[in-house]
């Protein structure tokens, strides 16, 4: 079957929108026709290490469709079903190492076989593993649950499921772009204060007060860890890096409050979930004198279950997915909806339509 698809030809080109051709599912796979995509940052840093990835390769992890084909082995999916295209497995898979590895889909370009980073969500019509597909309500919005995939999952999931935070739990969050905004909500939903927000863009941080933020902190202008511990009295509770770039990454520990001697008297707990720099400094007494704990969240949900109650809440206005999608562009206008994302100029998250 003939498709189309923004490919990753190489580093420093732009992508190339193209037919590409899908071949029948295999036993464990669906094709998924989408209706959008959504424009995460990881893409962003991806191409811009380009020499890391097969060429060619089709990138994007969050989009929502109808599935069209179903592979033999397929239990819980059919023709027709409405569902999220997500890069986190819905059976909760346990394994170490990071992302999983596996085979390339069958997709190809020109010929040569297509590469991609667990899923791939930039094209038409989707080859996905089925446990990569997660089925929702028809009356479920897919431009709305098309972010659900990765923005609201890895935001959100930080902080109920890693963090756990609870009422009364002061919590910052560092950037204030897609994923950024799902964990300052998610703080709100669960009754945390304050919610800080810091970022160096006002425009950021005063969306960022319709999700939840009751405070905000520009650290283009000011010491962002000073002005958390004013606002604050003795660090926060939690602290959440969403952009993974180096300053915000150390950030966010001396940002928690210090705990000290004694079996219960641990510090403030900071939350990596940007997709990381190579290299960071610590100071190593944060962790010994302070009793601090630095943790990691790689899509920390439970796709079946909370994307349900994701796109419920959006339905009862808790969660507004609809403020959060901000921006829409069509397949053929990917590469400036890239260019805008990278040079800052979009609030919330911006999708694709296919």
């Given at each position: 079957m003939k498709s189309r698809a923004a490919v990753f030809v190489g580093k420093d080109q732009p992508l190339a929108v193209d037919e590409i051709e899908v071949p029948d599912p295999r036993a464990d796979q669906v094709i998924v026709r989408l209706s959008f995509t959504g424009l995460c940052h990881s893409q962003l840093h991806q191409m811009a290490a380009g020499e890391r990835l097969e060429t060619p390769s089709i990138l994007g992890h969050e989009a929502a469709g109808h599935v069209t084909h179903v592979g033999s082995g397929v239990k819980d999916l059919k023709e027709g079903d409405q569902v999220i295209v997500t890069w986190v497995s819905k059976y909760n898979d346990v394994f170490s190492g990071g992302l999983p590895a596996q085979d390339p889909p069958g997709t190809t370009y020109k010929g040569k076989p297509i590469s991609e980073v667990v899923v791939h969500a930039w094209a038409q019509d989707v080859l996905a593993l089925e446990k990569y597909v997660v089925k929702i309500n028809d009356d479920d919005r897919p431009d709305l649950a098309a972010i659900v995939g990765c923005a609201v999952l890895t935001g959100a999931g930080a902080v109920k499921n890693t963090a756990k935070v609870r009422p009364g739990n002061s919590v910052v969050v560092i950037g204030a772009g897609g994923v950024g905004l799902s964990a300052i909500q998610m703080a709100s939903i669960l009754h945390a204060y304050p919610v800080i927000a810091v970022d160096?863009?006002?425009?950021?941080?005063?969306?960022?007060?319709?999700?939840?933020?009751?405070?905000?902190?520009?650290?283009?202008?000011?010491?962002?860890?000073?002005?958390?511990?004013?606002?604050?009295?003795?660090?926060?509770?939690?602290?959440?890096?969403?952009?993974?770039?180096?300053?915000?990454?150390?950030?966010?520990?001396?940002?928690?409050?210090?705990?000290?001697?004694?079996?219960?008297?641990?510090?403030?707990?900071?939350?990596?979930?940007?997709?990381?720099?190579?290299?960071?400094?610590?100071?190593?007494?944060?962790?010994?004198?302070?009793?601090r704990s630095f943790l990691g969240s790689l899509g920390a949900t439970y796709p079946i279950e909370d994307f349900e109650m994701f796109l419920r809440w959006q339905k009862e206005g808790k969660f507004p997915l609809d403020k959060l999608v901000t921006k829409r562009f069509k397949l053929e206008e990917i590469n400036e909806a890239c260019d805008e994302l990278r040079a800052g100029k979009i609030l919330g998250r911006a999708v694709i339509e296919l």
């Open positions: 160096l863009d006002d425009g950021k941080l005063e969306f960022a007060r319709q999700f939840g933020a009751t405070h905000t902190i520009n650290s283009a202008n000011t010491d962002a860890v000073e002005a958390i511990h004013q606002l604050t009295g003795v660090g926060a509770d939690f602290a959440f890096d969403t952009i993974g770039v180096r300053a915000a990454t150390e950030q966010i520990l001396p940002a928690v409050r210090a705990g000290g001697m004694g079996a219960d008297n641990r510090g403030g707990t900071a939350v990596l979930v940007g997709m990381p720099d190579p290299e960071i400094t610590i100071d190593p007494n944060l962790f010994m004198l302070g009793q």
